[in-house]
């Protein structure tokens, strides 16, 4: 027996919208991602952000949810091109 109604979304821009958007790579790192990258502990880096000394990193937090931009943190872990 086939079920009376099926849901399908309706093609559009909103879910074209969701698509791309789902599709994108965050544009942030987590703490614990942050912490490795960078090469201290994840609680030695939730002290600097409560603490203030974290500037240089950018970091955003919301809530209890604290993340770093992608750009700034891959900059500080990318080597310089020695030209």
Aim: hydrophobic share 30%; net charge positive; glycine share 6%.
């Amino acid at each position: 027996m086939k079920p009376r109604h099926s849901y399908q979304p309706l093609p559009g821009p909103r879910t074209q919208l969701r698509k791309e958007f789902t599709m994108q790579p965050t544009r942030t790192y987590s703490v614990p991602e942050t912490a490795q990258l960078i090469g201290v502990s994840k609680s030695a880096l939730y002290e600097w952000v409560k603490t203030g000394k974290a500037g240089h990193l950018h970091p955003i937090t919301i809530g209890n949810r604290t993340v770093f931009p992608r750009t700034i943190i891959d900059q500080l872990t990318q080597p310089e091109d020695a030209a």
